[in-house]
Each structure stands twice: as C-alpha cells, then as structure tokens.
C-alpha cells in the first residue's frame, strides 16, 4: 500500500515536471509544478480508491490544483497558468480518449461512446474543478479588499 503511493508520487511528479519543461516554464518552477501535480494526483488517486468516483474525485483534484496554483502563483511571482496547466496534466483523461477512438476505427462503436462520454465527463470535472476554485479566489479577494477598507 504505502510503495504504490510512493510509486504514484514519483511518477505523477516527474511526469507533470516533464511537462511543465514541454511548456517551457521557467526553470526556478519546475519543483513547484511537480508538487501541485502530485498533490492533485494524490488527492484523486486517494478519493478514487476509497468510496468516491473518479468524477468526484477529479473534480476535487482540479479544484486543490486550482487553490494551489493560485497560492504559488502569488508566493512565487509567476503567472497562474504555470502551475495549474502543468499540474492538471496527471488528470487529463488522453488514454482514455485515445482508446475510445481506437474503438471507432475498430467499429466497436458501443465501446466507443461508454469511453468517450466517460472522457468527456472526467474532462469536465477539471474544467468545473479549476472555475469553481478561480470562483473561491476571488471571493477571497473581495473579502480581503473589505476587510482592508474596513480596518
């Protein structure tokens, strides 16, 4: 148990830093990335492995991804992208979606559709996942900037 998520840590983190070198994001960043794309990781692999759903659980993922990134994009100077692009990568259902094309060209259209809308739910989650925790930023703000002004 403990060495399959030793397992899972190191390969959600190299495999978002190796990423985030893809998108040329700055060097000094990387380490930064690779954590907010295995914290993501984790949170899902955990959530996914108890009694939630990978829906649910990529969704959670996103949103702590999104929390993250915004915290370490004010922290360390950068811009938010570099670390909620990256880190979202581990979540990204491509095998997935791969494999339901795969399907269609091998006339499994059954098959195809189950993958396909499964994919296409999972990539929601993270697109609602990442708003929802840019929804949770700004209330923030707002509530610092009245807590300003009124102090």
């Not at 950068?78 to 791969?98: D, R």
Request: glycine letters at 12%; aromatic letters at 10%; hydrophobic letters at 50%.
């Amino acid at each position: 148990m403990i060495a399959d998520y030793i397992s899972q840590c190191v390969a959600s983190f190299v495999g978002t830093a190796c990423f985030g070198v893809i998108f040329q994001i700055p060097k000094r960043s990387l380490i930064q990335c690779g954590l907010t794309g295995m914290v993501g990781w984790l949170v899902y692999y955990g959530l996914d492995q108890g009694s939630a759903g990978p829906i649910a659980a990529t969704w959670a993922s996103a949103v702590l991804i999104g929390l993250i990134a915004h915290y370490q994009a004010i922290r360390f100077k950068v811009p938010v992208t570099v670390f909620s692009v990256s880190g979202i990568i581990p979540l990204v259902p491509g095998g997935m979606a791969y494999d339901a094309m795969l399907r269609v060209v091998q006339n499994d259209y059954m098959s195809a559709v189950e993958l396909g809308a499964k994919a296409f739910m999972l990539s929601g989650a993270i697109a609602v996942g990442l708003v929802f925790s840019e929804v949770v930023n700004q209330l923030v703000k707002r509530a610092r900037a009245g807590m300003s002004r009124a102090g």
